[in-house]
């Protein structure tokens, strides 16, 4: 017959490095709540909860640039899009934001790990002595024996993603200040220069792959990336649901009222 838990056993069971909290007292990884409030910036307090240290001001720049990028992509994107709809059915604003945040799975929402994912074995295989065009090349040629699509390159609304120059030319500034080393950059654009061979139309990085950049460089594991891009994209989730609260409409669905979906019958 087990014992019961002791009071011990239950504080064990909830140990965590990342808070304290007790009758009067909040730390946050170490540092008292009193002085976090104040001087430390939101972004700040994600990298002291997420890296257990405070960022330099050099990775805290990169990492918010990488944070405001991601932000916000319209009802284009699905996640904004349902949390609209959701925010007309009554179910509170707190529900359509996790309606949203819950459609951000491995095809929308993801592309950011996986990308981080692929460049981490360039990076790999080049510090492994291959060269960078090799190493870009043998890891495209074995995602592309999976799936003809290629996280983080091209995108289905824009030309160029315009988040892509402001995004890799902060790093570039990181690299050369020596706040990052420069391996994941490297590794984007051996890959983008490969899409872009014997194309009339390249297929340049988006901001899925730029932000990949950013929290490989950052130190950050891939599926932090999708964690990161969650926390983003809940800001324009929220302010889209809120907008939408004002509208007046009521059960909005995916389309105007006005448009019926094409009847397929038996067929």
């Known amino acids: 017959m087990s014992e019961s838990p002791t009071v011990r ?51 805290e720049r990169l990492l918010e640039s990488a944070l405001v990028s991601s932000v916000d992509h319209g009802p284009h994107a699905p996640s904004i899009a349902v949390a609209r709809i959701a925010a007309t059915c009554g179910i509170g604003l707190n529900n359509a934001v996790a309606t949203g945040v819950n459609l951000l799975g491995d095809v929308h929402g993801g592309a950011g790990e996986q990308c981080l994912e692929m460049l981490s074995e360039v990076a790999g295989r080049h510090a492994g002595g291959a060269s960078l065009e090799d190493a870009a090349q043998s890891v495209v040629d074995e995602w592309r024996a999976r799936s003809r699509y290629l996280p983080g390159f091209g995108h289905r609304f824009h ?42 139309q390249p297929v340049p990085i988006n901001v899925d792959g730029c932000t990949a950049v950013v929290y490989g460089e950052l130190g950050f594991a891939p599926p932090l990336a999708r964690g990161l891009f969650v926390l983003s994209r809940s800001v324009g989730i929220l302010a889209h649901a809120w907008e939408e609260t004002g509208q007046g409409r009521r059960n909005k669905g995916p389309m105007p009222p006005t448009i019926t979906p094409t009847y397929l019958g038996n067929a």
């Open 159 to 200: 030309h160029v993603d315009p988040r892509r120059e402001p995004l890799l030319r902060r790093v570039e500034e990181a690299v050369a200040d020596g706040v990052t080393e420069g391996a994941y950059l490297s590794a984007a654009i051996a890959v983008e220069a490969i899409l872009a061979r014997g194309r009339s």
């Open 9 to 59: 056993d239950v504080a064990d069971w909830w140990a965590t490095a990342v808070s304290r909290v007790e009758p009067d007292v909040i730390e946050l990884r170490g540092r008292p709540i009193q002085e976090v409030i104040g001087d430390t910036s939101f972004v700040g307090v994600i990298w002291l909860l997420l890296r257990a240290h405070p960022p330099t001001r050099g990775q």
